[in-house]
């Protein structure tokens, strides 16, 4: 949480390390991750959805029962009705949860927005296996490579020049570049290699 440390570094904090720790162990008691958030909204979403269709379903299915017992339609087409809704509601549950999980599969993919990387997919060759979806991973990673824009990229961030040495760079693991380690004295270089092995 390195966020934190420099939050609390530009706040003036004493002992960041030690408050960051706690604050570590703490939060997780009071906050849940972006990512547990974002599935558990999202089934959410799915739960309403699928209600929402099964009361709407069940009105269509008592009107048609009330059509047979005014005698409106015959017991056989009450039944090819009614069935022929529930294989509606089957359908149109299964299709609100596909969206759901493709919905989170982009989010957790760090899409910028949904709705821009969903246009660039084929929904048609993504089918849902339980909880799997079959056909997404091929085409999200195709998308990455084609147009990264749409997706956010996890940057390496150069730590600067060392302060001892401006010839020097480190890289966040503390590493040199090749050309870097050609800029280093012979002690300089020893040392590195006496430290590494270590």
Known sequence: MEWLKELLKSAGAENVDDLESKIAKELPKHFK???EFNEINEELKVVKEEKKTLEDDKKKIEDEYNNFKKGSISQADYEAKKKEIEDNTKSEIEKVRLESKIDLAINNAKAKNVKSVKANLDL??????GDKLLGFDDQIEALKKSDAY???????????????NPYKRKKE???????DLDKLSDEEYFALQEKNNK
């Open 33 to 35: 991750p972006a990512k």
């Open 124 to 129: 048609e060759k993504i089918k849902l296996d």
């Open 150 to 164: 749409l997706f956010e990229i996890d940057k390496k961030v150069d730590k600067g020049v060392d302060d001892d």
């Open 173 to 179: 693991g503390g590493d040199y570049e090749e050309d």
